[in-house]
């Protein structure tokens, strides 16, 4: 198999780090710049620079080994939540030109206020609050409120 130039000098076509998990079209390894205990890329083989341009089968085949990555760093790290997160072009902080999806775990007490999970890529616009009447609605749709929680008051944002 011949491979351009780009393949040749990309970090993910050939990997340094070791393959934790694999399937036929895709791969995970650690982050070599981890965010967090246990931070994977999950990695298609092919090589494409943009998310949106992976063909349907390629996007399930990632969808399919993050959920197995996620198990995986559960069993090993015992982590209290997860963000997950895909770099889509320069704007948007990307790189590395090779599509990589970011399981990111999250402890308790990891940062000082986590709320707003991925909306603090743009640290200003991380913490925000719905007003009362909008709040009351996304309740009743049940928006925004985690199940797994009891303790959010009524004066809390839901997200």
Same mark, same amino acid.
């Given at each position: ?44 083989? /092919? %090589? +494409? ?8 089968? &390629?996007? @399930? ?37 090779? /599509? %990589? +999806? ?8 990891? &940062?000082? @206020? ?46």
């Amino acid at each position: 198999m011949n491979m351009s130039k780009k393949e040749i000098s990309c970090p993910f076509c050939k990997p340094s780090r070791e393959i934790q998990l694999e399937s036929p079209s895709a791969f995970a390894i650690f982050d070599r710049f981890p965010v967090s205990k246990g931070h994977m890329l999950i990695i298609p083989k /092919v %090589h +494409v620079s943009d998310y949106f341009d992976l063909d349907a089968e &390629t996007k @399930n085949s990632l969808t399919e080994l993050l959920d197995q990555a996620k198990i995986f760093i559960d069993e090993k790290y015992s982590p209290d939540g997860y963000n997950i997160g895909i770099n889509a072009g320069r704007a948007a902080g990307q790189t590395v030109w090779h /599509v %990589h +999806v970011h399981l990111m775990p999250r402890y308790s007490g990891d &940062t000082e @206020n986590p709320r707003g999970g991925v909306r603090g890529v743009i640290p200003d616009k991380q913490q925000y609050r719905l007003s009362s009447r909008k709040r009351s609605t996304e309740a009743e749709d049940g928006h925004g409120a985690d199940p797994r929680t009891s303790d959010r008051g009524p004066s809390e944002p839901l997200h």
